[in-house]
């Protein structure tokens, strides 16, 4: 008889040979700093001796290990229970829910919000559920927006990186097809704000000027924004662009230290999603706990002194790092420090890993060929002395392998 089952040992072969196959490292806490095992397959695992600080983490705000927010879970989990237990059209919509979804709205200025299970989630049924004619996607844009067009079977045009003169001209070529055939077709623009790797921004003004002369819908993804910019919102919040972006879409699994996605928008939008976002009528609802948690979060962004914390400390961290030669892109919070060759780069990160600093290398394929790099990302709890820290690990781990 054919073996039509599959052969996962030549795959992770593969994976082996190609220098891609990666493993689990848990540590013992979500914070600025840790405790980490290796890689232990299905063995326990047995955590490192040393403490390591954490610059690769995406608790932008440290929120993590914040009394105020870990309270909250706790009297949700105490009050409304540990799981919602059913999908939020059948038992599982509770208050803690209708909160988060109120502040969100106000955050984000609004109508109303949508909380979904994961940022994936959101992503994903949102897209698939308007399901657009044509889909004009920037070309760095996250797993889970392509992962969308290719449920809503939307045709997709990709846009060269943050460029707003290549999507004006894809506009107009699209517009142009067939003799201006194109009238009845619904189209979306679809991008990241903050993009995790290149740490870059996209330039939503023009962007959305180039959607009102199409008459295309814009949604932007706020995953690596929100909570960081005006009020505790993101990029569309710090631009004022709230009234030119119909669909804001973001996570409360990063700076808003817990699990979870959202989709902010009108009350029609917010209806539509609810009937028709498939990730969310059949998924049990966001947990209880994860809901308050991330409320809480924002509360502390928005009324805080995190966000000035964060800010200085990427502004020093970026400085340090320059001053030492390195590239450095992005101009956001995240930190790639470009260094081309994957092998010098792997290099480095296991140096700065040797003196106790968490940030691995990032390599192709997430990366393109040649633009193997370490993401470096501050969190507001780190204090100076853990920033002068990592700026000390790399230039020691950097002269050690010839790159400084």
């Known amino acids: 008889m054919a073996d039509r089952g599959f052969d996962l040992e030549d795959r992770l072969r593969t994976l082996e040979e190609n220098d891609l196959k990666r493993a ?49 879970a706790r009297q949700a989990a105490a009050t409304v229970g540990t799981g919602a237990g059913a999908s939020r059209l059948v038992t599982g919509d509770t208050l803690v829910h209708q909160d988060l979804e109120r502040v969100l709205a106000e955050t984000k200025g609004t ?20 399901e657009p004619d044509v889909v004009f996607s920037d070309e760095l844009n996250h797993a889970s927006i392509i992962d969308g067009c290719r449920l809503a079977a939307s045709e997709t045009v990709v846009y060269d990186h943050c460029d707003a003169a290549s999507l004006r001209a894809a506009l107009e070529e699209r517009a ?5 055939g194109t009238a009845d077709e619904s189209w979306l623009i679809v991008t990241d704000s903050v993009f995790s790797m290149d740490g870059t921004v996209a330039p939503l003004e023009d962007i959305c000027d180039a959607a009102e002369e199409f008459g295309a819908w814009v949604m932007v993804d706020e995953a690596h924004a929100t909570g960081l910019y005006a009020n505790g919102g993101g990029i569309v919040q710090a631009e004022g662009l709230e009234d030119r972006v119909q669909i804001q879409m973001g996570t409360l699994s990063k700076a808003l230290a817990s699990q979870g996605g959202y989709v902010a928008g009108s009350s029609e939008l917010i209806e539509c999603l609810l009937n028709d976002a498939r990730s969310f009528v059949f998924s049990t609802g966001l947990a209880p706990p994860a809901a308050a948690a991330a409320s809480e979060a924002l509360h502390v ?12 400390n990427v502004a020093h961290l970026r400085d340090g790092l320059e001053s030492m030669g390195l590239e450095v892109w992005g101009d956001s919070q995240i930190l790639p420090v470009v260094i081309g060759d994957r092998r010098d780069a792997m290099a480095l990160a296991e140096g700065i890993r040797e003196r106790d600093v968490v940030a691995p290398a990032i390599r192709p394929p997430t990366v393109p060929e040649g633009t193997s790099r370490i993401r470096v990302v501050p969190m507001a709890t780190h204090g100076q002395g853990d920033i002068v820290a990592c700026l000390e690990a790399f230039r020691a781990a950097g002269e050690e392998v010839g790159l400084l």
């Open 111 to 130: 109508e109303r919000a949508l909380a979904f299970s994961s940022g994936y989630a959101a992503n994903v049924g949102t897209i698939a559920a308007l």
């Open 24 to 72: 689990l490292s848990p540590g013992d806490r979500v914070a600025e700093r840790g405790y980490f095992a290796e890689p232990s397959g299905a063995d326990l695992p047995v955590l490192d001796s040393a403490e390591a600080l954490v610059f690769a983490s995406n608790n932008y705000l440290g929120l993590t290990d914040d009394q105020r927010v870990q309270d909250a």
């Open 176 to 180: 142009d097809r067939a003799g201006g």
């Open 301 to 312: 962004a928005r009324h805080g002194d995190v966000r000035e914390r964060l800010w200085e």
